[in-house]
């Protein structure tokens, strides 16, 4: 094990109060591409970039097309949590790690067995209509074709946050105050390069910052330990 591992191991052993910030890159190794990396959505032939079509805007002018982006692309089959997963909620069933917040969509930190996970995108597990809010099964909106509608003629969206959106208030506040408390941050698999979500990490008053990602990231220099590995085998290991 490498030094950078066995510091981030020591800092979780010795804290009970672990928050948790991440991204898309911690579902990669689960096999959902992100948006940024080589491999990633951003390099893919579409007619417009994920955040053009993810966009409340577009939503609104051309559901069919964001149906079909969606479920080509947003709805994968057979995906399943992976270690870094299934290591963040052991550690909160040990009392160590007190939230998940996660930019994720694909509710993989449930399905691994997290409990108290904040998610600021919502997630595409869950369906509602535009015009009346009533709830629907994720299946009419990531299965089937064409535009999904309900019985008021509203069309039914995904219960994510889409690009031009504002972040759930609620959400946004208890996120921000897991990270005012928090003893250990460590922010993973995210290019934080979206706000607001990214500007999370502006609340964080500790100084056991820890930042487990691929690439570099606009805040290296603000960490006190960087680890430039896959989150998923780093997790493994702490
Ligand atoms: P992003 O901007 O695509 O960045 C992902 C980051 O993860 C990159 O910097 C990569 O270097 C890094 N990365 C990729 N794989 C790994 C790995 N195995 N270990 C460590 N690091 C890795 O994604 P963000 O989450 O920062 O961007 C925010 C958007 C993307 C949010 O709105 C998400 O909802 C949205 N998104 C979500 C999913 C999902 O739910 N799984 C998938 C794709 C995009």
Redesign the pocket.
């Known amino acids: 094990m490498n030094e950078k591992i066995e510091r981030l191991k020591q800092l979780v052993r010795e804290s009970d109060n672990i928050v948790f910030f991440g991204?898309?890159?911690?579902?990669?190794?689960s096999g959902?591409?992100?948006?940024?990396?080589v491999d990633?959505?951003y390099h893919q032939q579409w007619k417009y970039p994920p955040e053009t079509i993810l966009s409340h805007s577009f939503f609104a002018r051309d559901p069919e097309e964001y149906y079909r982006f969606h479920r080509a692309k947003l709805v994968i089959e057979g995906v399943k949590p992976n270690r870094a997963h299934l290591r963040l909620a052991e550690l909160e069933r040990e009392g160590k790690l007190k939230a998940v917040i996660t930019?994720?969509?694909?509710g993989?930190h449930q399905a691994a067995g997290s409990k108290h996970v904040l998610e600021l995108?919502g997630s595409i597990l869950r369906a509602y209509c535009s015009k009346c809010r009533k709830p629907f099964p994720a299946d009419v909106i990531n299965y089937g074709q064409g535009v999904p509608r309900c019985d008021c003629g509203g069309v039914i969206r995904p219960d994510i946050v889409l690009y031009e959106e504002p972040l759930d208030e609620d959400i946004l506040h208890q996120a921000i105050s897991y990270i005012r408390r928090a003893d250990v941050l460590i922010i993973?698999?995210?290019?934080?390069?979206?706000y607001p979500?990214a500007g999370l990490i502006n609340y964080y008053r500790g100084n056991k910052l820890v930042l487990?990602?691929?690439?570099e990231?606009p805040y290296d220099s603000y960490a006190d330990l960087v680890i430039h590995?896959?989150?998923?085998e780093v997790f493994d290991q702490i």
Do not use: C, M, Y
């Open positions: 991204g898309a890159g911690v579902s990669t190794e959902i591409p992100d948006f940024r990396s990633g959505l930019q994720n969509i694909d993989l995108h993973g698999g995210t290019s934080l390069n979206v979500a487990v990602n691929l690439s990231t590995e896959k989150i998923g």
